[in-house]
Every structure is written in structure tokens, then in C-alpha cells.
T-cell receptor
């Protein structure tokens, strides 16, 4: 069974640009959640999508957004990139909503560098 | 103040030693997760706890809801256990993460 796939794995952008990251969950999983990991702040929760609707959201500005498609694949978008957005962006999939799930399956992450 | 505190930050052990990593949290939770992250970034979910104790192989996780404290134990540690272990408190709509415990097991 294929795992969680994130694309692209690495990307470099400049300040002011925008970026879109993709996450394909394990087949049958309906929840996709997104996380940002930086050396300074560690792991932080961005948002959760389930059945094409954002269900939960962390404390990030509106520049960070996402969506989920009918096949459960999810994308996250960061607009007007800042240097501080340089991070490893991870997604995780689960069978059920985050509050009702026993295990999260993480992708390998997309490493974003903002110059 | 961080909602989730882990200790120790760094831990070096000899192969075969019993290891304990502690996690204290200040928020009300619906579940507590333990994650393992190897160099290169890949994260594996080890346990999700809402009460009591769970065991998987050489790993044991416990939680005390009243004291808002959880522990991860590794029995008979092995060099392949070397990784960063992260505690994550889920409130029902938000995750709060500890800063991680970096474990090195020396052969």
C-alpha cells in the first residue's frame, strides 16, 4: 500500500512569491493535516482537511491556506513568501478526523527555502 | 510558556539501557501522541493515548491525565532507536508539540 506522497520534495522561492505544495494521502484516508517544522519553532500545526472542508486551523496568518479535493488529495498554498517561511512542510493522513484517529501517517515533507 | 514541555532535551545511552522520556502539558487534551523522527525528516507515529498505558514491542507509553504527564519508555535500547522523539498534545481542534528529545544509543 502506497504511503503518503508529498511533492515537490525540495523547492527554492524568493520573497514575495507564492508556493503550492501537494499531498496525496494513503488510499482510503479522508483526513489530511499539515504541519510546519523549523529549527527555531519546531513542529507547528497548520490545518486539517476532511471531506473537502477545513476542520481545524492552527495559529498561522491568512497567507497560509489549503484545500482538499474529492479524491482526498490536498494542497497548501503560501502567498507573499517571507524568509521565515523557510521550513519543512509535512502532511499526514489518517482514516478519521484528528480527534478520532489512532495513528497519523506522515509524508517525507517538502523542504521550502525562501531567498 | 510552552503548552508542552519535554525532558530531557538530549539523551545518550548505552545499548541495552532502559530509557525514559517525559512530557508534561498544560492544555486540556483529547489525545496525546508520541512521534519518532529520524535524520532526514521522516516522522513515524508511535502511540496515541487518551488514558492508561500502551505497549508495542520494546516501547511503552503511559499517561496520567490528572497530572497532565506522559512518559515514553524504551526497554533494551538499540542504536536503531537513535532518533528525535516528539510529544504532541491534541486538544480536539489544535495540536501542540514538544520541542523533542534527541536520543543517541551507543553500541
Amino acid at each position: 500500500k502506497a504511503g503518503v506522497t508529498q511533492t515537490p520534495r525540495y523547492l527554492i522561492k524568493t520573497r514575495g512569491q507564492q508556493v503550492t505544495l501537494s499531498c496525496s494521502p494513503i488510499s482510503g484516508h479522508r483526513s489530511v493535516s499539515w504541519y510546519q517544522q523549523t529549527p527555531g519553532q519546531g513542529l507547528q500545526f497548520l490545518f486539517e482537511y476532511f471531506s473537502e472542508t477545513q476542520r481545524n486551523k492552527g495559529n498561522f496568518p491568512g497567507r497560509f491556506s489549503g484545500r482538499q479535493f474529492s479524491n482526498s488529495r490536498s494542497e497548501m498554498n503560501v502567498s507573499t513568501l517571507e524568509l521565515g517561511d523557510s521550513a519543512l512542510y509535512l502532511c499526514a493522513s489518517s482514516l478519521a478526523r484528528l480527534w478520532n484517529t489512532g495513528e497519523l501517517f506522515f509524508g517525507e515533507g517538502s523542504r521550502l527555502t525562501v531567498l | 510558556k510552552n503548552e508542552v514541555e519535554q525532558s530531557p532535551q538530549n539523551l545518550t545511552a548505552q545499548e541495552g539501557e532502559f530509557i525514559t522520556i517525559n512530557c508534561s502539558y498544560s492544555v486540556g487534551i483529547s489525545a496525546l501522541h508520541w512521534l519518532q523522527q529520524h535524520p532526514g525528516g521522516g516522522i513515524v507515529s508511535l502511540f496515541m493515548l487518551s488514558s492508561g498505558k500502551k505497549k508495542h514491542g520494546r516501547l511503552i507509553a503511559t499517561i496520567n491525565i490528572q497530572e497532565k504527564h506522559s512518559s515514553l519508555h524504551i526497554t533494551a535500547s538499540h542504536p536503531r532507536d537513535s532518533a528525535v522523539y516528539i510529544c504532541a498534545a491534541f486538544t480536539g481542534n489544535q495540536f501542540y508539540f514538544g520541542t523533542g528529545t534527541s536520543l543517541t544509543v551507543i553500541p
